[in-house]
Structures are given as structure tokens and as C-alpha cells.
């Protein structure tokens, strides 16, 4: 079964992209700062990102989210 999750929507992705804004960076140098390849942020922050689960990706968003708030 595959997760229905739409990435684009959810408030982590949401919150994080706001975070970019904010900062003034570009999808790459973001990317960077999470942790994360450009291609999967840019693909959850578009809601076309392709695993099965997207879960595990969420988490790590989550736990950069925490960082960037701290």
C-alpha cells in the first residue's frame, strides 16, 4: 500500500519552506543546511516526492525544523 502523505501540504514542509524564505537561500543552499539531497527537498517541497513512505523523510525535515527553531 502506498502512503498518500501530500509532502507539499504538511506543516513541517510548509514551516521549513518558510524557514528558506526567511533566510534568503536557494533550494540547493538550503538542501545543504538540512542535511538533505537538493532533489528530495525540492521534491517533498513540490509534493511529487516518489517513496512509498515518506515518513522517514518527514522525520528528518522535523528534526532540522527543531534545529533551525532552536
Known amino acids: 500500500m502506498s502512503d ?6 504538511h506543516p513541517t514542509v ?5 524557514h528558506r524564505e526567511r533566510l534568503g537561500l536557494n533550494d540547493s543552499q ?9 532533489a528530495s527537498w525540492s521534491t ?3 509534493g511529487t516526492y516518489a517513496a512509498l ?5 518527514l522525520d528528518r525535515f522535523a528534526a532540522a525544523l527543531a534545529q533551525l527553531e532552536d
Open 4 to 9: 498518500t502523505t501530500d509532502t507539499k501540504s
Open 14 to 18: 510548509k514551516a521549513l519552506e518558510s
Open 30 to 38: 538550503f538542501a545543504q543546511r538540512l542535511r538533505v539531497s537538493p
Open 44 to 46: 517533498m517541497r513540490d
Open 53 to 57: 513512505d515518506k515518513q522517514p523523510m
